[in-house]
Every structure is written in C-alpha cells, then in structure tokens.
C-alpha cells in the first residue's frame, strides 16, 4: 500500500508513462518497435524531441502507450551453443581440440590436465563472466610461437517472428582481443569465483522483471539522451568579451554582468546606448583631465565657444542673401524687367510703323527732339513743347503746323515721354542690383578652415563649398535649375562641436575644485564603459540569446532526469524483484536439500533501479559473516542456491553454463544438484564441466528418472583427453553415452583405422583407445557383470528383476574382468617413471576387443537362459 498522503503508483508503466514527458514516451514506442536501445540517430532524434518539447516548440505530444504493449515486447530468441572449434591460443589445445555441445545437457568431462579448464576459461572470456580468468597460449612451447586466441562457435537461434517460427544457425569467428563476444554477453557462469562472489559480498540480480529491465532502459536511454543535450549546450560558447579592468564598477560592468536569459532587446538597446552627447561629454571630459592650468583652458574654450556661435550666426545671416526666397526675388526680377523691355519694344513697334523717314526714336533723333525742346521754352515759354496750338509753328523749321504735323508732332511727345521705356529701365536697375547682391567666390581656404572649426570632416566641408558655390553660378547665370545646400552637416556639426565645447567647459570648471576632479574622472569612466558597451552590443545581443538556449537545454536536461524513472524502479524492485527473487533462492534452496543450512537472502535498493542482494545467517546474536561459520559444501550449495534463484529470473532460454558445480558437495547434495540440472535443462541449455566422473553418471541417472516422468532431455557426455602435447582432444566414442558391446565394435573400427596411420599417430591414436578400453570394462562389469543391480555414483540398488542373472557369474568370467583391468589399467592411472614403456600392438589390442565382444554375447546368452 502506499503511505499515507501518498498516491499508489499506476498498475501499469504505460499508464506511469502517461503523466511523463513526451519525449520519454517517445523513447518507450521506439523500444517497443524495435525492440532494442536506440542508436545514436535514434538517440539524437530524442534529444531533438525533448529539447523541442523544453522550447515549446513541439508540433504535438507523443501519444500514449497502448496497454500492455511493455509486457508482449519479446525477450529474445532461444540460444544455444553448438559446437566450439578451430581453437587457437588456448593452453595446450591443438588443431583437433574441439567440443560438440549440441545436447540440452552437455557434461565435458576429462581428467586432470585433459584441458577442461582451459575450455571453460575460452567460454568464460566469450560469455563475459564476472571473473574470467585469463586465457595463456601453451607456455612450454617455443617462445614466440603462440598465436592470438581465438575460435570459430557455432551458435543456434529460434523464435517467433511476427507469428512465424524461425530457427537460424550461424558460425561466427571470435577474437579474444574483442572481449566479450555479444551474442553470449548474457549467458550466466557459474564457477568458484562465482560461488564466493555470491555467498560473500553484495550482489545483483542479472535477471530483471520485465517491466523493470523496461523502466532500467529508459533509465540509460534519459542518461544517454541527458548527456547529448550537456554536450550541446556546452558548445554554446560565450563570444562576450569580458569587461576590462578598468571599467570595474561602472554601469556597463553591471549591466554586462546582469545579462540573463530574460534580458529583453528594449533593455539591451536602452542599456549600450551611447548618444552624440555623451560622446561630446566624454571628449570633452577626457582633455578637461589633460590640461595642466584647467583655469587658462577654460577661458580658452569660452573663446571657442563664442566664436562658433558667431560663426554659425553669420553663416546664418550670409546664406540668407542665396536661399531659396532670396532666388524667388531674383527670379521675380529677371522676369519683370525681361517683360517691361518687351512691353516698351512692342510700342515703340507700332509707333514706328507710320513714320516716313526712318531714324526716328534713334540717338541723333533723341539729341534732335531734345535741343528743339530746349529750343521751344524760348519760342513758346507758355507752353508745352511741342505747341499744337492754332497757328503753331515749328520750331525748327518755322513753318506753321498743318494738322497732320501737328499730330505728329503729339505723337512724336507722346514717344519720348512713354512710361513703358521708364518701367524698363526701373526693373532693368532693380535686377541688376540684386544680381550684383549675390556673394562672390571665396577663397580656396574658406572652406577647410569652416570644417576645423565647426568640426567638419573635410570631405563633408569640401562638398558644403561646392553646392554653396555651385548655387551662386546658378543664380548669377539666371539658370532654371539652382543647386540646393545641404545645410543640415554644417549644423549638425555646429551642435556637436559646440555640444563638446561647452561640456569641456563645464568639465574644466568642475575641474578648478578637487572634489569636482575626482567626480569628472568617475564620470568619464562611465562614460568610456558606455562607449565600449555600444561597440559590442551585437555580442550583448548574442549572449543573451546564447543564455536563453542554454536555458532551454537546461530546461530540456531536466526533463531527462532519471529521478522518477528511479523512484517508478524501485517501487517496481520492492514489488517483483526483491520478494521474487527472495522466494526463488528460497525454492532453490530447498530443491537442492539445503532447507537446513540457517541463511537468508536480504536485499537493499542501491538507486537507480539496482536492487543488491546479501546472504547472511538467519537468527545470529552476533555479526558473523555466513562464510565463517558455513561448511565449504554448504557455502557451495547457497551460492547455486543464489545463482539458479537469478537464472530463472528471465523467460528468455539462455545457455547457463557450470565449472565444476559439485565442488566439495556429498553424495546426497551432488544427487540433488545433478537432478536440478537436469530439470534446468529442460527449459535452456545447460553447459558442466566437470573432472568427477560421477557428476556425469548422476546427471545421467537423473535424465532417466526425469525421462520416467515425462521428461524428455537429451544428456551428452563428452569425455575429452590429452593426447601426447595436445590437450582437449574429444574422445573418439563415447564410452558414457553408449552400451559397452557398441563402444567395443565402433572401438575396433578405430584401432584398424588408427593402425594405418604413421608411427607417432599410430600410437597416440593406440593410446586413447586404450583408455578407452577401459572405461568401457568398467560399463561392462556395471553393465553386464553386475547387471546395473549396482552402478557407481548412484544411491540406490536396484534388484527387481535383475538380481538373479547375479548366479550365471563364473570363476572365468571374473578372471577375464580383472586381467582385461589390470592390463589396461596403466592408461588411466599414472604410472611409475620406472615403469619401462612400450609400443602398442595394434593387433594385440584388437585380440582384446574380439575377446570382450565375444564375451558379452556368451554371457548375455548365459543370463537369459
């Protein structure tokens, strides 16, 4: 139950995945679908997803986990090993070192030095044990001959594929330089390593419940998926330039170090903001620090200041007599008097159309009509020249006045006095004075010395000259088109200049008091830190957006914590794994007879989904290690006890492999163990090497019983020898699989096949078939002599039907039994070095064979009757 206070976790971890992160469940469909870790696209793609899902930037969320899609995800195919050879680099194996290990419960059997050691070191190493030994070449040979290890196995994969049964066979080279071959990493080992491992320290369960081994994936997959999004905020570099020393303090150092992810461009623009003003500021405060008499500079600046306003009022008052109003008038002019001279050509046009002597209104003519006009005030002093009066005369010619000289006369007034010719001439001055108003050239120098003083850059001062000059040639020219002025550059340097002058005059004047020095220098360092911050602001820019993506993976490392996948682990641990494996050691215990042995397995999360398990005493008064108390048989038989309860933690059929299980076990717990393995065996494949003869006569006698039952376990016994140098040569029959007549004939086969072969063959060949030859006296004497009423190594004596063939046994036969023993008994004891050595007769060995299959017939014959 959960504590109080405290929410039950969901039934299911689909249902727990649904209140996680979308980028988890993500990673749950992908093991689902594939039934394996991701690789590192797939990694990638996830942390694609949960930086994206950090951001807010995730199309949509990943959808939910059908029910009961975990628990169908398949374990594995079934496995099985083979064959094992083309053995390299191993002790003293030679090229016919090989094992056949197609049997559900294969015992490899040899004596001492037989080389299975050496076999089970090689498988050790393949299968990844927990304390595989070491794999030597054979040290006595040559130095240097030795080659690398290495062996070819064969493995055995079957299953189910989307419904369809599949069964696939494979050879594959293994190197020892490779390490664990991964095929087999998780095929369990058991040997002495293992067994003091397990009965003295801390374990773990190597076989998880499915939905924890589940969950301990997601585990990794987040810390995979965590570490990728650590790298890849780690390469968001910060390309900020530190604040130099000298700014330390100042208002850009603070604003500089307050920079954060939440920092927003408004306050970015705000806080590197440098104006036109402060920059006058701080140039002006820079040679106010520099002046050695502040109080003579100050007056000198004052001088400055003035001057440029007088310039500028000038300039100002000057560009007035060419602005555009000043062109308007001109224009206006030029255009007025153009009209009034026309306006008096076109009358005098007309005028001069009736004169018949031509020259009239011309020079002479002018002077002409003026002296007679002189002339008239003495002729007619009453009246206006010219007098048309009754009987008038002219006053050139003395003759009276006609009518039509009289009209003339008034016309001839009327043209020299027209206002048309006088508003001529008026315009015609007035332009001509405004024309001459316009400024004339100035000198080359004017214009340089403008842009000094204003603080113009030269070019700018340079192009002031040649528009102003450019629209004085327009307007004296009269052009149509008047080049404009741009006069907005002199101005702004005007105020800018002016701007500096006058904060260097009030710099220099806080200058003349101490205190206001060291306030002017605070101030310029501000300033200056202002100016630098200005310059880097694209960087400002940068870092911030580098901070609010490293926020983002930070955001996104979170959502890849593990802590709840632990927390979900452990309650999964506390609930299947700890009492499961808890009930299973204590099953195993009992089946392998061990009820009585006072220990007991506890268990303690270690984190993580890592449940570790101890044994210890049950009921002590005092802190005793169990192995200090325990026998090394009853330590042996809690260590399998602990090793079976982990094996048959998983549904998935592994091979489980033992080296010399039955160590230091009695009869009664070798019995036990031989029978477990055997039930074993009937789910997975089961691997026992083993030098006690009688661990294979037991399992065999187990299979039998179990085979009584129902059972159906194919048990093989390869027995492996030393041939000369070589070790780990299988035997040519098999003495313990087949009835003694049968291994007699397929023995005699050999021998003829063997001697055929060369000297040094010959007798190797010869020697192993003499061993042979007595392993099976010894299958004939239990078999046929003794009528298996007895066998070796098993406890029970069986009389039932067989006990009276006991009578047909005869002086001879048991004459022939002991010789046939003792002649042969040199191949499977060590012999004295006294003991002179000889050849073996092929021949001779044949004859024997002959003699024992001759036997058994005549005796069998002898039993039945």
């Not at 055929?756 to 061993?771: F, T, Y």
């Amino acid at each position: 139950m959960a504590a109080q206070g405290q929410a039950a976790p969901p039934a299911t971890v689909e249902a727990w995945l649904d209140n996680r992160p979308s980028w988890l469940r993500a990673a749950a469909h992908g093991l689902v679908t594939t039934g394996r870790p991701p690789d590192d696209a797939a990694l990638d793609a996830l942390a694609d997803h949960c930086h994206a899902e950090a951001a807010g930037t995730l199309a949509g969320s990943h959808p939910s986990l059908a029910a009961g899609v975990i628990q169908a995800v398949p374990l594995g195919p079934e496995l099985r090993i083979q064959r094992l050879w083309h053995i390299r680099g191993v002790n003293a194996f030679g090229q016919r070192a090989e094992l056949d290990l197609g049997g559900d419960l294969t015992v490899v059997y040899g004596p001492n030095g037989a080389g299975k050691s050496g076999y089970a070191r090689l498988l050790k190493q393949m299968c990844g044990a927990k304390a595989a030994e070491p794999i030597h070449g054979n040290v006595f040979g040559p130095a240097g001959m030795a080659e690398p290890v290495s062996a070819m196995v064969r493995l055995r994969e079957s299953g189910d594929h989307a419904g369809t049964p599949y069964v696939n066979v494979a050879d594959h080279a293994w190197q020892g330089a490779q390490g664990t071959f991964g095929p087999l990493a998780s095929v369990p080992v058991f040997d002495s390593a293992t067994a003091a491992h397990l009965g003295q320290g801390a374990s773990t369960a190597t076989h998880l419940p499915r939905s924890m081994r589940f969950v301990n994936t997601l585990i990794k997959v987040s810390g995979y998926v965590a570490e990728r999004l650590r790298q890849r905020g780690e390469r968001l570099v910060s390309m900020l330039p530190p604040v130099p020393p000298l700014l330390a303090g100042t208002r850009a150092a603070g604003f500089h170090q307050s920079l954060s992810a939440a920092t927003t461009l408004r306050a970015v623009n705000e806080g590197c903001q440098f104006t036109p003003e402060e920059a006058a500021e701080r140039i002006g405060l820079e040679a106010a620090l520099l002046q050695a008499d502040p109080a003579t500079a100050h007056g000198q600046v004052v001088g400055a200041i003035n001057h440029l306003a007088n310039l500028s009022g000038q300039m100002g008052a000057w560009a007035l007599t060419f602005d555009d109003a000043a062109a308007q008038g001109l224009a206006a002019a030029r255009a007025h008097a153009a009209g009034a001279r026309q306006a008096a050509v076109d009358y005098g046009r007309d005028f001069f159309a009736g004169i018949p002597l031509p020259g009239v209104g011309g020079g002479t003519w002018l002077r002409l009509w003026a002296a007679a006009a002189a002339y008239a005030q003495t002729a007619y002093p009453d009246h206006v020249h010219p007098n048309t009066d009754e009987g008038s005369r002219c006053v050139l010619c003395q003759q009276p006045l006609a009518d039509d000289g009289k009209r003339r006369m008034a016309d001839f007034a009327d043209y020299v006095a027209n206002r048309l010719q006088a508003d001529a001439t008026t315009a015609e001055r007035e332009r001509d004075a405004l024309i001459a108003a316009i400024p004339g050239p100035l000198a080359p120098d004017y214009w340089p010395g403008i842009g000094v003083t204003t603080g113009m850059t030269p070019e700018a001062a340079d192009l002031l000259g040649k528009q102003v000059e450019q629209r004085l040639a327009n307007l004296r020219a009269g052009d149509a088109v008047v080049t404009a002025v741009d006069w907005a550059p002199f101005q702004a340097a005007v105020a800018q200049t002016q701007a500096a002058l006058i904060a260097r005059r009030d710099a220099l004047a806080q200058l003349l008091d101490p205190e206001g020095r060291k306030c002017q220098e605070a101030r310029l360092l501000d300033l200056q830190g202002q100016e630098w911050l200005s310059t880097i602001q694209d960087a400002v820019l940068a870092e911030v957006e580098r901070k609010r993506q490293l926020g983002i993976f930070e955001d996104a490392e979170r959502l890849a914590q593990t802590n709840a996948l632990t927390t979900f682990s452990n309650a999964i641990a506390k609930a299947e794994l700890a009492g499961g494996f808890v009930d299973r050691f204590n099953h195993e215990l009992a089946r392998l007879g061990g009820t009585h042995i006072p220990v007991r397995l506890s268990h303690k999360q270690e984190g993580k989904g890592v449940v570790t398990f101890t044994i210890g005493l049950a009921e002590t008064n005092a802190k005793v290690k169990s192995r200090e108390v325990l026998s090394e048989g009853e330590q042996r038989v809690v260590a399998l006890a602990a090793f079976l309860a982990d094996v048959t933690g998983t549904h998935r059929s592994l091979p489980v492999i033992f080296d010399d299980p039955i160590s230091s076990l009695d009869q009664r717990f070798e019995e036990a163990v031989a029978l477990r393995l055997v039930e074993l065996a009937e789910s997975r494949q089961v691997i026992v090497f083993t030098h006690r003869l009688s661990m294979g006569v037991l399992i065999e006698h187990s299979a039998t019983q179990a085979e009584a039952k129902g059972g159906r376990v194919v048990v093989d016994v390869v027995a492996i020898d030393r041939r000369g140098h070589e070790a780990g040569v299988p035997a040519t029959i098999k003495v313990f699989a087949q009835s003694p007549k049968k291994g007699f004939n397929e023995l005699d086969s050999k021998v003829r096949s063997a001697a055929k072969l060369d000297h040094d063959e010959q007798q190797n060949s010869l020697k192993a078939a003499c061993s042979n030859f007595r392993i099976l006296m010894e299958r004939a004497v239990e078999d046929h002599l003794c009528a298996k009423v007895v066998v070796r190594y098993r406890r029970e004596i069986k009389t039932g039907g067989m006990l009276t063939r006991l009578s047909a046994v005869t002086r001879a036969d048991c004459e022939l039994i002991e010789g046939m023993m003792t002649k042969y008994s040199a191949f499977e004891h060590s012999q004295s070095y006294e003991t002179p050595s000889s050849d073996i007769d092929p021949n001779d060995l044949l004859a024997d064979i002959a003699t024992m299959v001759a036997w058994i017939k005549e005796f069998d014959g002898r039993t039945v009757s």
